[in-house]
């Protein structure tokens, strides 16, 4: 399907069903793949306020933050990723490129 077609497919699913946060994150990796961070960002953070467990949805807000240079956020959110799954390896992974990004060679 087409992006501009799937877009509007879950716009249309979010306008029907506003509290579904996995469309919030379907629309969210949609603007991710074509380069709209910010629109990305602001998807996975709907998505995170009607799911704040999701390790999915912080790690992938976190990785929209990292592209368009707030390593402050990214930071921020892979690490309450890490606090929900602590043996989660890519996450602590993650997390230490970030903390290195922000020159935290200690922490990381």
Known sequence: METAALESE???AIKANPGSAESH??????CYGSGRFEDAIESYSLAIELDSKSIVYLRNRALAYHAVGSLDKACSDIIEAVTLSPRD???ADTLGVFLQDL?????A
């Open 10 to 12: 879950l716009k249309a």
């Open 103 to 107: 020159n935290r060679f200690d922490e």
């Open 89 to 91: 390896a890519t996450l």
């Open 25 to 30: 994150a379907r629309l969210a990796s949609l």
